[in-house]
């Protein structure tokens, strides 16, 4: 398991999704899930392999919708990407 800290504004980018698309794909799903896992006070949140290797294959081969850049925003910087 991975330990990150996440900034105020990464935490409300990553809580952001409206519970309304919770279930509308699995990708939505997984975002719903990880911003549920997020302290809202700390930041705090700790990841898996798996889940930190899906982020980034998220981020870097789906570069332009809106659930790709809600990750990114959230994680581009606790997780060293470009």
Not at 2 to 18: K, Q
Not at 23 to 46: C, Q
């Amino acid at each position: 398991m991975t330990h990150l800290r996440l900034n105020r504004a990464e935490i409300d980018r990553l809580r952001s999704l409206p519970t309304a698309h919770r279930n509308k794909s699995g990708f939505a799903n997984f975002i719903f899930r990880l911003g549920e896992r997020v302290d809202p006070n700390t930041g705090s949140i700790e990841l898996s392999r798996p889940e930190i290797q899906r982020i980034q294959r998220y981020i870097k081969r789906y570069k332009t919708g809106g659930y790709q850049m809600m990750l990114k925003k959230a994680f581009k910087r606790p997780l060293n990407l470009q």
